[in-house]
């Protein structure tokens, strides 16, 4: 039976209490809480980010962009947004969503901000010409996978992975819902998948690099606890298990889920990149351990 038991209010009001999990990094209103500038490394492009799916759909690209020996070299900043750190003016003016990533391209004689990761992701492959067809019908074929990433993304991370993993108690109308949302957009890369090696065909693009953080992680098991077993992966989505397996065993993916990560094995914990050597000499293991 549906449980009817919560009655909206005539007219909402933000409960700061009533947040979960996220209760410090949402609110109703946008604009900087406090000031402060960002830092500026010295590469032209400076990015400032977290290891979420979204932020590394970003590093993952500046990583590939490099194997593939483009002058690419970045500087990347971590932004701790359990702290606030998104709501401080520097970045801001860089994203006034603030959302990470966000990226400063001071390429050209005057300094480009770019937010949003699809739009991060665009830049940069247009940018290099690398990753994205230029012209023509592959090049629509790319996009319409990344708008597809762009609008399914917050069913599967705020709704699903939201009611299911961290909302602070289980309800099973909501789960049930975005699980079967979840499932539908599997199902969708499911059949994609059942004659190309990549999402939008025979080659490895930037919408591999957008999905694969959201729906390749879920799927090797690595976000929302559960949620894998939960959802059935390996018995009703081979094919997606394979491309998620493919795309993982790449090394500009590997360093690229470890730039601004803060969570798991400090190892695989490389808090900010400036330098292709820091992924030898500067993980948490290496400078002494994981406290923030």
Do not use: C
């Not at 483009?70 to 702290?83: F, P, Q, R």
């Not at 480009?112 to 699809?118: A, K, L, N, T």
């Not at 609008?151 to 699903?160: D, E, H």
Request: avoid cysteine.
């Amino acid at each position: 039976m549906t449980d009817r038991s919560y009655t909206p209010p005539k007219v909402w009001t933000w409960d700061k209490e009533n947040g979960g999990a996220f209760a410090s990094t949402n609110r109703p209103v946008a604009g900087a809480t406090h000031d402060k500038e960002l830092p500026v490394g010295k590469h032209p492009f400076q990015l400032y980010s977290l290891a979420t799916p979204n932020g590394q759909k970003v590093t993952i690209l500046f990583e590939e962009l490099l194997d593939a020996g483009h002058d690419a070299e970045y500087d990347a900043w971590l932004i701790k947004i359990g702290d606030g750190d998104q709501f401080g003016s520097g970045f801001t003016k860089v994203n006034p969503n603030s959302k990470i990533p966000a990226l400063m391209d001071h390429t050209g004689d005057t300094p480009v901000r770019v937010f949003e990761s699809g739009s991060i992701l665009m830049h940069l492959a247009d940018r290099f010409g690398a990753f994205l067809p230029s012209d023509g019908p592959e090049r629509t074929e790319v996009i319409n996978w990344l708008m597809w990433q762009m609008g399914s993304a917050p069913y599967l991370g705020g709704g699903f992975g939201h009611f299911y993993h961290y909302a602070p108690e289980n309800l099973e109308y909501p789960i049930d819902r975005f699980a079967m949302e979840t499932k539908r957009q599997l199902d969708v890369l499911e059949r994609e998948l059942a004659d190309k090696r990549f999402v939008a065909g025979d080659d490895y693009t930037i919408a591999d690099i957008a999905i694969w953080p959201w729906y390749g992680n879920l799927v090797l098991g690595r976000i929302y606890g559960d949620a894998a077993t939960f959802l059935s992966v390996e018995a009703d989505y081979p094919r997606v298990m394979d491309w998620a397996e493919r795309i993982d065993a790449r090394p500009a993916v590997t360093r690229g889920r470890m730039v601004n990560q803060m969570s798991g094995p400090p190892e695989g914990q490389l808090r900010e990149r400036h330098a292709a050597e820091d992924f030898q000499t500067k993980t948490q293991d290496k400078i002494g351990g994981d406290a923030d």
